[in-house]
């Protein structure tokens, strides 16, 4: 089977660690064209250099998603150097868990502004480009607690029952345009993102589950390349996974 993901341009936010570079990585050395977006510029550029002397294509543009423009800046800079958007991987997220006696309401605010809007910004950004080309695929990551309540993560969790909805919504309307639509809902995947957690208990119990069970961020990157590499009438709407010993 051709793998159809040689020569995609495929936009990833969140690029600078985790999951999001581990995907980059990943789609480049199956021959995609990669633009790198997150807010630390010199973790980008170093990887897009790394990815190029590899012998791939990468672009890395700084982007903060919770700004409309700054997204809209991104997509409209791969497709002024790269011609077309085929893929954008709505992957920017933060965690920080608490439980919500706790008033950690800019927490919340900022849990709303990225994992939510941030998605938002990135499905406004690529739909007419998609629109017109008839064809794109928009995936947006979710997680195991979008699926799930957990103690500390009501506000994360409402955050990611939202991505869930909104790309269902989406799958729905993008049907005449020939747009496929991917929820990814990875479980515990060993990464940078409990760093943003304040709570010292909550922070603690999570990186010991986390240290236990958590798997590596390649384990998201063969699922993204799992569905892009799908032919184009077989659209990939969910993926859960998680590690093999996660309970939750
Ligand atoms: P990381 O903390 O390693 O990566 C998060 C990425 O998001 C970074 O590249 C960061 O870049 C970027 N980011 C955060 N805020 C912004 C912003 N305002 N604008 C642009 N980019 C931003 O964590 P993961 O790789 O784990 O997280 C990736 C996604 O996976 C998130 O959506 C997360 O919620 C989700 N997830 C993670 C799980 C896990 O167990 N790790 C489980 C389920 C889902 P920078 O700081 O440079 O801007």
């Known amino acids: 089977m051709e793998s159809n993901i040689k020569d995609k341009v495929v936009v990833i936010t969140g690029a600078s660690s985790g999951m999001g570079e581990a995907a980059a990585k990943h789609l480049s050395a199956l021959g995609a064209t990669i633009v790198l977006g997150a807010r630390r510029a010199e973790r980008i550029e170093k990887l897009a250099k790394e990815i190029q002397e590899n012998g791939g294509k990468a672009l890395a543009i700084a982007v903060d998603v919770t700004q409309r423009e700054q997204v809209k800046n ?99 309307e993008v049907k005449p345009y020939n747009i496929r639509t991917t929820i990814v809902c990875p479980g515990a995947v060993k990464t940078e993102l409990l760093e943003q957690i304040t709570d010292v208990e909550v922070r603690k119990a999570n990186e010991e589950y986390v240290g236990a069970v958590g798997i590596s961020p390649d384990s998201f990157a063969r699922v993204v390349a799992f569905a892009i590499s799908q032919p184009e009438d077989v659209d990939i709407n969910e993926i859960i996974f998680r590690p093999t010993s996660q309970e939750l």
């Not at 933060?94 to 800019?106: E, G, R």
């Not at 939510?116 to 997680?143: C, D, F, H, R, W």
Request: proline share 2%; no cysteine.
């Open 74 to 172: 991104l997509v409209d800079a791969a497709v002024e150097q790269f011609g077309r958007i085929d893929v954008i991987l709505n992957n920017a997220g933060i965690m920080p868990l608490s439980t919500m006696d706790s008033l950690h309401v800019d927490e919340w605010d900022k849990m709303i502004d990225v994992n939510i809007k941030g998605v938002l910004n990135g499905i406004a950004a690529v739909l007419p480009y998609m629109k017109e080309q008839k064809s794109g695929q928009i995936i947006n990551t979710s997680s195991v607690a979008g699926h799930k309540v957990f103690n500390g993560s009501a506000v994360y969790s409402a955050t990611k029952y939202a991505v869930r909805a909104l790309t269902e919504g989406l799958r729905m």
